[in-house]
């Protein structure tokens, strides 16, 4: 060993046990070594294919403020490297390590010349992800077991993009796809009977309507998770909005038992009235949407202890045990084998987060072929 070159063996003895990640390139940076946790993280931001080819170091991390070549200037000059470096990952999330980096020399292989050991550094705040709620890192110590929290997190949140990308890819692109298709079959064909003229102008309304409603949902996702969002509070009457949910889906409940059960004396709250009406409508959409015909779906309008109730029950489909926890979760959709359903997965995480804005509670219960019954809990004194 000369002044300005470690033993490569002698360092991996050392720092295995200490340091959590191993990357071993040649004098330009190309990786020709490392250790299973950098293929953990590159197949979490879904890059596993890059080291299946020649990829340099600098493809997958950062510095905070200087580039690769300080690093390499630093390794030739004095032999060593102490600093942080940052691994890449999607929405422009970083996981941050400390790193201590050697120049080796080339006994155990003439391609190895740089030695990169990583440690996860302790992270106490990370950006919150734009499709989720939760932040997805949040350690606090060094343990094995947060490290691989930390791994699971990010692989959720690579599950939640997937879904997110299929969902609205398949509810933007399959509504337009029937209306350029039956808009060019009515211009190609002037001459077509007239039902079947104004049964294909009906296709063309409804899908984009369908439409119209998928980017509505998206941005008004996106506006509700913003911190300065303001109600536009005022003096609302609950029967009213409830009678506006029934008649407006009443219409596409046609093949249902579909009721609505009201208490006599009006009630009155304070409330921003077109988000309040949209978190009941969705309530209502869901579950006409999730009963199956000859199914019955009912909204009720009642006062118990403390609280107005909005209670919206079915009899449809159900809701797995494993997935309850995520229902409210933005992008999230329940598998169900076998049926068709429509939407992105975004109705229920709008409706909860309305209902938390005003200070409302949500309730639900569910079971597997027996249906579902969601309460907005408003209390009377808010």
Do not use: W
């Not at 990583?118 to 499709?131: R, S, V």
């Not at 094995?144 to 997937?162: C, F, G, M, P, V």
């Not at 009678?243 to 709250?269: C, D, H, M, S």
């Not at 009963?291 to 779906?297: A, N, R, S």
């Amino acid at each position: 060993m000369n002044e300005k070159s470690f033993d490569l063996i002698k360092i991996l003895n050392e720092g295995v046990k200490e340091y959590d990640m191993i990357i071993i390139t040649d004098q330009n940076g190309k990786i020709e070594l490392y250790n299973k946790v950098l293929s953990q993280l590159c197949n979490s931001a879904n890059k596993d294919e890059i080291l299946l080819h020649d990829v340099k170091i600098n493809q997958l991390f950062s510095l905070v403020k200087n580039d690769f070549n300080s690093i390499f200037n630093s390794l030739e000059v004095n032999g060593q490297f102490y600093g942080q470096l940052n691994f890449s990952l999607s929405f422009n999330q970083k996981i941050p390590f400390d790193v201590k980096a050697y120049k080796v020399n080339g006994e155990a292989n003439q391609n190895y010349r740089y030695l990169f050991m990583f440690k996860l550094k302790d992270i106490t705040d990370i950006e919150i992800d734009p499709l989720e709620q939760k932040t997805f890192i949040k350690i606090s110590d060094k343990s094995a077991q947060n490290k691989i929290d930390l791994i699971t997190s990010y692989e959720e949140l690579e599950r939640l993009k997937e879904n997110f990308l299929a969902s609205v890819s398949h509810e933007l692109r399959t509504p337009l796809a029937s209306i350029i298709g039956f808009a060019e079959t009515l211009k190609n064909d002037p001459d077509l009977p007239k039902d079947i003229y104004l049964e294909f102008l009906d296709i063309i309304l409804n899908e984009g309507k369908r439409l119209a409603a998928t980017i509505n949902d998206l941005l008004d996702v996106s506006q509700l998770y913003k911190e300065s969002i303001n109600l536009q509070l005022k003096n609302v009457e609950l029967q009213q909005l409830v009678t506006r949910a029934y008649e407006q889906f009443k219409p596409l409940a046609a093949n249902i038992n579909f009721g609505i059960q009201l208490i006599e004396k009006p009630l009155f709250v304070q409330a921003d009235e077109n988000k309040l009406q949209q978190a009941i409508n969705n309530l209502v959409s869901n579950a006409i949407k999730f009963t199956p015909e000859g199914g019955k779906v009912s909204i009720s309008l009642y006062e118990k202890d403390d609280n107005y109730i909005i209670e919206v029950s079915d009899t449809g489909y159900g809701i797995p045990e494993k997935d309850k926890e995520k229902i409210f979760d933005r992008f999230y959709r329940v598998e169900r084998p076998g049926l068709e359903i429509r939407g992105v997965g975004l109705g229920l995480s709008i409706t909860k987060k309305i209902l938390d804005l005003h200070g409302y509670k949500l309730e639900f219960e569910s079971e597997i072929n027996k249906g579902s019954t969601f309460k907005i809990l408003i209390p009377k004194k808010l």
